[in-house]
């Protein structure tokens, strides 16, 4: 198999995704402060109430949050886990929890349903882009790749188990079915990365973990026994939601096939998602750039979708 | 096996489906299982528990860190769901767990305590007699005290002696919070 290379969109990738990680842990320190803000105003206080490393930490916020003209609104203006997290003011909701509570809710929850307008035009843009840009599992999942590679070097075989692709379906139909009967929390045991964001809140605001670290490690280690990127492509409700939205996308890679040697599958081996990007129809990829970045000739290229090209209308 | 009772099996199964809905449904509904506080403003605990999506909000949000999000010692459906426990903190009334609040399951309410009087109704607080120093000769009051609606919801008579008025009380705990007596010889009983 030939090695990935890498090239500075790949950095800028991985950059994201621990930029969207620290995001997601610093909504939760931040709301810490506001409150100690408002109880103590004071780093020494503080430090005497939760530690002394909380006193410093708060000092550090304390000195980058008296830039603004109040404090305390700047520093709750973001908020709220994966499901429902709001930047600046604008609240942004979870497509797939967007469809489970307007199911579920009593009373038609307008807020939560205006936010989920933000990440569904992303997706009518780019499509799967939330996969491989901003899930910070994406970033977990290369880790393991990571592990993996390391067992292979010293001799611990590998399972590289399979999942069929309908099982992301089934998990969609399940969870919708589930969480009418038992509530939302039914989702964030399937969902990763709300699992996550959950547990960062947890650890932060109540200093203790919550269930939802036993599924989180249970994932991690099912993943070194899975083939690569096999836990996103086969069990995600997530990702086959967006690739549905996927399909109608705006943008998308296209290769230039008619000049591709013929025996040319450099694309293929690369894919993390069992494309050809030569020959398919792209709606699952989820930009992860592997493709382009390996391509010997440089034909893939991000253009408007045939779809909407002058050609589909003729 | 044959392809009619294969068909009529499949039949009965779609015919069984929403007499699964309905059964299930009731048994959710039912809303004597409430068994602690929830944030102010909180719809029934049947709709609650449908609303709410545990985004943890009104739990970081909270100034008074009186918002604990439940995990399974609380039952399987309240997973992830806003709880507060009075004895070890209770609510000061300031609704901004309402302002947050993504999906309405805490419905809004303005932060002043003339308006928390009408909308808000976490629970109701009672005495125990047999506890409270006051019934027992020992001067103490300290509900009295705690309480943000003092000779509205708690009236004091000869001793300091308590009576709770359940029509004004907002159930918001800091009387449970407050009281000295161990174990609490005020608690408040979810409504």
């Known amino acids: ?314 | 096996m044959n392809r009619r009772r294969l068909l009529a099996g499949i039949i009965a199964f779609l015919a069984y489906i929403p007499v699964l809905f309905i059964g299930l449904k009731k048994n959710t509904t039912s809303s004597n299982r409430k068994r602690f506080l929830r944030p102010p403003g909180a719809l029934k605990e049947d709709d609650f528990l449908q609303q709410c999506i545990g985004c943890f909000k009104c739990a970081t949000a909270c100034p008074n860190d009186c918002i604990n999000m439940a995990s399974f010692e609380y039952g399987f459906e309240n997973v992830h769901t806003p709880v507060i426990n009075a004895r070890a903190k209770g609510c000061t009334l300031c609704m901004i767990c309402t302002e947050v609040c993504p999906t309405g399951a805490l419905t809004e309410i303005t932060r002043d305590l003339e308006v928390a009087k009408k909308e808000v109704k976490m629970g109701t607080a009672y005495v125990d007699k047999d506890l409270c120093f006051s019934f027992h000769g020992r001067t103490c009051g300290v509900c009295y005290r705690a309480c943000p609606l003092p000779g509205e919801a708690i009236k004091v008579g000869l001793y300091e002696q308590p009576t709770v008025n359940p029509d004004k009380c907002v159930g918001c705990g800091l009387c449970e919070q407050a009281c000295i007596h161990m174990p609490q010889a005020i608690r408040i009983k979810p409504a």
């Open chain 1, 1 to 314: 198999m030939k090695k990935i290379k890498k090239s500075k969109i790949q950095y800028f990738r991985y950059f994201t995704l621990i930029a969207v990680i620290a995001f997601f842990c610093l909504i939760p320190i931040s709301n810490w402060y506001a409150n100690n803000k408002i109880a103590f105003n004071n780093p020494r206080l503080v430090g005497l109430a939760d530690g002394a490393l909380a006193g410093y930490v708060y000092y550090a916020l304390d000195l980058f949050y008296s830039l603004f003209d109040d404090p305390v609104t700047a520093a709750t203006s973001s908020s709220g886990s994966m499901w429902a997290f709001s930047i600046l003011g604008v609240q942004f909701s979870d497509p797939l929890g967007l469809i489970s509570e307007v199911i579920n809710s009593v009373k038609f929850p307008i807020k939560y349903f205006l936010g989920g307008i933000g990440p569904v035009i992303l997706a009518f843009t780019l499509g799967r882009v939330f996969c491989s840009w901003l899930c910070p599992m994406a970033f977990f999942f290369t880790l393991t790749e990571k592990i993996k590679e390391v067992f292979k070097k010293i001799g611990i075989p590998i399972l590289e188990l399979k999942i069929p692709r309908e099982t992301r379906i089934f998990i969609f139909w399940f969870g919708l079915i589930i969480s009418y009967f038992m509530g939302m929390w039914v989702w964030h045991f399937i969902l990763p990365y709300i699992t996550f964001s959950h547990e960062v809140f947890s650890i932060i605001v109540f200093n203790t973990f919550t269930v939802g670290i036993y599924y989180f490690v249970a994932i991690i280690v099912l993943d070194i026994g899975l083939i690569s990127g096999e836990f996103c492509n086969s069990v995600c409700p997530t990702g086959w939601l967006l690739a549905q939205f996927g399909r109608f996308s705006l943008f998308k890679l296209k290769a230039d096939s008619a000049n591709c040697p013929s025996r040319c599958k450099v694309c293929y081996t690369v894919c993390p998602v069992d494309l050809f990007p030569k020959e398919d129809i792209l709606f699952s990829c989820h930009l992860c750039y592997k493709c382009v970045d390996n391509c010997p000739k440089q034909h893939i290229k991000l253009d408007i979708n045939s779809l909407y090209t002058k050609k589909a209308f003729k």
